[in-house]
Nanobody, 124 residues
């Protein structure tokens, strides 16, 4: 089970950190992903991280502003978002999958487990 939190209303240029806590046992080949969905748009890949080793992979438009990290002891993955813009307004979801290779991490259909989503609204 995944529990996402940390969303809210922020101003343009602000930073925000989202958290996703994983309940239950994790395995070394777990991959955690972040996706977002803006109103009227398809769900978009933000980035992913391997539970074991911490290797990260980002969607093109978020690279450089967003970063993903994890705390294995807390079973939690974080999405740090900097220099937020109004176009970053969306519901942000965390998701989990096992045994993904990098080329498949940006496809939401490859993730078996999803959190409930947390809303981030960036005002101008």
């Amino acid at each position: 089970q995944l529990q996402a939190s940390g969303g809210g209303l922020v101003q343009t240029g602000d930073s925000r950190r989202l958290s996703c806590t994983v309940s239950g046992r994790t395995f070394s080949d777990l991959v955690m992903g972040w996706f977002r969905q803006a109103p009227g748009k398809d769900r978009e890949f933000v980035g992913s991280i391997r539970w074991n080793g911490g290797g990260t992979f980002y969607g093109g438009s978020m690279k450089g502003r967003f970063s993903i990290s994890r705390d294995n002891a807390k079973n939690t993955v974080y999405l740090q978002m900097n220099s937020l813009q109004p176009e970053d307004t969306a519901v942000y979801y965390c998701a989990a999958a096992y045994r993904l290779i990098q080329s498949t991490m940006n496809n939401e259909r490859n993730y078996q487990y999803w959190g409930q989503g947390t809303q981030v609204t960036v005002s101008s």
